[in-house]
């Protein structure tokens, strides 16, 4: 840990330090709510986003004060040229997109459009959802926020309700890649990506593991979600079905 925290501060990276932050909190407060009584957690968790927005709300007017004291200014480094340049392109394409994969070398209509607005050629839009939408389009930017959301509340339910290691960190990881790719390209691409398999196979094995308990012995409370409760009825009833009558 001590070797990754001075990597990132020798890597001088504002963003990167703001995120890890923002796990180390996540951690910490929900492993506080997983030691509280299953019938608090929910009203602990909607009190920590209450005083999320509320901070947010606060800390908005004090953004160029903040974003001074991080040696940023209010361009983030000239990226709001580059995400001025990726909107105008993006509705010359707004439906489909450009097609998936790079669409930002030298010559590409998405590159020029860019450029023109940021003065200079770029290579990188600075955000995961321009970048998305200039490749599949809105239908593909709703698609792929849909997912991401389904994935973030799945991790935080697991993280309130069967909180483990890898329950906090599939919720840590989720919501760093969110956040991240506000101001960076890193959930659908390298290791962004990988993350995020590993985040769905786990959620799946916990949602199958659910799945056999609630199917083996039907006493037990259902603390699956309302799909998984449907398919385990289904099941029961198809087992019963097939005993003999005595």
């Not at 990167?16 to 929910?42: D, E, F, K």
């Not at 010359?92 to 940021?118: M, P, V």
Request: contains cysteine; charged residues 15%; proline residues 2%.
């Amino acid at each position: 840990l001590g070797v990754y925290v001075f990597a990132l501060a020798w890597a001088g990276s504002a963003g990167a330090l703001l995120l890890v932050c923002v796990g180390l909190l996540i951690y910490l407060s929900t492993r506080w709510i997983a030691t509280t009584s299953s019938s608090q957690r929910g009203v602990f968790a909607m009190l920590l986003a209450l005083l999320v927005v509320v901070f947010s709300v606060l800390a908005a007017p004090l953004l160029p004060v903040l974003v001074e004291l991080l040696g940023r200014d209010l361009t983030f480094t000239n990226r709001t040229y580059i995400w001025e340049g990726a909107i105008d392109a993006w509705a010359q394409q707004f439906w489909l997109g450009y097609g998936w994969g790079n669409i930002l070398d030298e010559g590409d209509a998405a590159a020029s459009a860019i450029s023109e607005l940021a003065g200079y050629s770029v290579r990188s839009t600075h955000n995961g959802y321009l970048a998305t939408a200039l490749q599949l389009g809105v239908l593909g930017l709703a698609v792929s926020v849909l997912f991401l959301v389904s994935l973030l509340t799945g991790a935080l339910r697991t993280a309130l309700c069967r909180p483990s290691v890898q329950a906090l960190w599939s919720l840590q990881i989720m919501v760093i890649l969110i956040l991240g790719d506000l101001v960076e390209t890193r959930a659908f691409v390298n290791l962004g990506w990988l993350l995020i398999c590993l985040v769905a196979a786990y959620a799946h094995k916990g949602e199958a593991a659910s799945l056999d308990r609630f199917v083996a012995d039907p006493s037990l409370p259902a603390r699956a979600s309302g799909a998984t409760a449907k398919v385990g009825r289904r099941a029961r009833l198809r087992r019963s079905a097939h005993r003999p009558i005595v």
